[in-house]
Nanobody, 122 residues
Framework: VQLQASGGGLVEAGGSLRLSCITS????????MGWFRQAPGKEREFVAA????????FYADSVKGRFTMGRDNTKTAVYLQMDGLKPEDTAVYYC????????????????WGKGTLVTVSS
C-alpha cells in the first residue's frame, strides 16, 4: 500500500485546510486509516483515525471539535478537514494505513506516507 498526502500549506490562525491522502492498491477497504503529525522538535502524535467502514472515528483531544476525518472507499482516499486552526497545529502531517490498536493508534499502523507540511501563523 502506498500513500500520498497532500493539501498542506500556510494558513492564518482560525483558518481551514483540507488534507487528502490517496492510496494505491485494491485493498483499501481492508485497512483502518490514521492521521498523525510531528511538530518541530517534538515526537509524532496521533491526530485522528477511522475504521475500515468509516463507521467509527477517533480524535485526539487537542483536535476534537475542530478536525473531521472521512474516507471515500470508492476513491481509496481519506480526508482531514481542519477548521479553527491554531499555531500549535503547525506540523508535518502523515497519513497511515493499518489496523486499529487497543493500545495506541500508532502501533497498529503498517504503512506510512510522506508527510505534508501545515503551518499556522498567529
Amino acid at each position: 500500500v502506498q500513500l500520498q498526502a497532500s493539501g498542506g500549506g500556510l494558513v492564518e490562525a482560525g483558518g481551514s485546510l483540507r488534507l487528502s491522502c490517496i492510496t494505491s492498491g485494491r485493498t483499501f477497504g481492508n485497512y483502518a486509516m490514521g492521521w498523525f503529525r510531528q511538530a518541530p522538535g517534538k515526537e509524532r502524535e496521533f491526530v485522528a483515525a477511522i475504521s475500515k467502514s468509516g463507521g467509527a472515528k477517533f480524535y485526539a483531544d487537542s483536535v476534537k471539535g475542530r478536525f473531521t476525518m472521512g474516507r471515500d472507499n470508492t476513491k481509496t482516499a481519506v480526508y482531514l478537514q481542519m477548521d479553527g486552526l491554531k499555531p500549535e497545529d503547525t506540523a508535518v502531517y502523515y497519513c497511515a494505513a493499518g489496523q486499529l490498536s487497543s493500545t495506541d493508534f500508532s502501533s497498529g499502523m503498517e504503512y506510512w506516507g510522506k508527510g505534508t507540511l501545515v503551518t499556522v501563523s498567529s
